[in-house]
């Protein structure tokens, strides 16, 4: 009987721990990002008490939080939009100590209508004992990252019911990623949700290194060709001499182009299939290249249909997109020098087809080419999932 009961007792104990070792190795704890409210429309600047003029392309390396004060806090709370203690306290303290917040910074507007608010806010930092300059102050009323379209309305034009203030957006604390993408949304006048600022903003730096840890470097593509006067004895591919007009009537070579990251892609006006896609997709990423204040990055943009393609005709075309001509260049020129680059240069199909919608054959690829006019990289233009991808392949290069 003690035998038999030993057995039992093994088998039970066996199987708790063959499960314990089991859970310890096949489970893994589950990451979800944080969630993403919107994203800055364009860069913005602003004045901080001091009179310095702050760019928020300074702040792009960082993670911001974006929120309101008054000089009249904590003392008066119905004219103050938060609890300053509990913000001080919980966010303050940690950004200056702690080497795991360093890229951590906040920018707080003051609400106050004073004809002397710059020499308030300082003795306000002096009286509260702030000096760090991870916490900026401005007496900028407006932060353009609040005038967006969230999902319960915008904050900055709802009024505050709850405690009487002007604007909604007093109340509240945003924080922005290194992407400018606005990943949270907290009512700072409560503190538990000044707790969570604190959480959330690990959970961001945690993503930001879990991305950088599974990065790895663009490829270099194309046929390499052995060359004795190169190290390793092998040239890589490079894009060919070109020489074509842009929209603005403007002759554009590819000496042009050295030094700087291209994005490339073909196309032509009448085409009535991928192209207004794959135009759509170019001119949001170079709208997320110039809210990420990237410099030093180009869009190029060829046709196939150089015959209808004209100057004129490429102008009108671009206006219909509002594509900004500063770094965008619709190219015309002779077809047959536009299809060889296509094929033997860019390495994309380009022909006339009869059986072809629009009567051209041409690739929906995007095409990344680096500073040394390699390419890096071919992404589907028409899949607006690759747009996030691509700027991330863009700043990559950029480094």
Not at 86 to 115: A, M, P, Q, R
Not at 144 to 154: V, W
Not at 183 to 196: A, I, P, Q, S, W
Not at 209 to 225: A, H, R, T, V
């Amino acid at each position: 009987m003690k035998k038999k009961g030993f057995i039992v007792l093994s088998l039970i104990f066996g199987t708790f721990a063959v499960l314990t070792l089991s859970l310890k190795k096949c489970s893994k704890p589950v990451f979800t990002p944080q969630p993403n409210f919107g994203s800055l429309s364009a860069p913005f600047e602003f004045v901080d008490f001091k009179g310095d003029t702050i760019s928020s392309c300074s702040l792009n390396d960082n993670i911001v939080l974006y929120n309101f004060l008054s000089v009249e806090c904590p003392n008066d709370f119905e004219k103050c939009p938060f609890r300053l203690e509990w913000f001080k306290i919980k966010i303050y303290t940690e950004l200056v100590g702690n080497l795991g917040f360093k890229d951590v910074k906040v920018v707080t507007s003051f609400i106050d209508t004073l004809s002397d608010i710059n020499s308030r806010i300082e003795q306000f930092r002096k009286y509260n004992a702030i000096d760090s300059d991870k916490w900026i102050m401005t007496s900028n009323q407006y932060i353009p990252y609040f005038d967006n379209e969230f999902s319960r309305g915008n904050p900055w034009l709802k009024k505050d019911t709850l405690f009487g203030f002007d604007r909604e957006a007093y109340l509240m604390t945003l924080l922005v990623d290194k992407n400018q993408q606005i990943r949270g949304k907290y009512l700072t006048y409560n503190f538990g949700e000044v707790r969570r600022i604190t959480k959330e903003i690990s959970l961001l730096i945690r993503e930001e290194l879990e991305q950088d840890s599974s990065d790895k470097p663009l490829p270099i593509l194309g046929n390499k060709d052995y060359d004795p006067s190169v190290e390793g004895d092998t040239a890589y591919h490079h894009i060919p001499y070109w020489s074509f007009v842009d929209q603005m009537g403007d002759t554009i070579t590819k000496e042009e182009m050295k030094g700087k990251v291209c994005l490339v892609d073909f196309f032509f006006s009448h085409c009535p299939t991928i192209c207004p896609t794959m135009t759509m997709n170019m001119k949001r990423i170079q709208e997320k290249v110039g809210r990420e204040c990237l410099s030093n990055v180009e869009f190029i943009s060829y046709t196939v249909d150089p015959h209808r393609d004209s100057v004129e005709r490429l102008y009108e075309y671009a206006n219909s997109y509002n594509v900004n001509f500063d770094n965008w260049h619709m190219m015309t020129g002779d077809q047959k020098s536009i299809y060889e680059l296509g094929v033997n240069g860019y390495l994309v199909p380009n022909q006339e087809d009869a059986l072809a919608p629009g009567g051209f054959l041409h690739s929906e690829k995007m095409i990344l080419i680096d500073q040394q006019q390699r390419i890096r990289g071919y992404y589907d233009g028409t899949d607006g999932e690759n747009i996030s991808k691509i700027v991330k392949d863009i700043k990559k290069l950029l480094l």
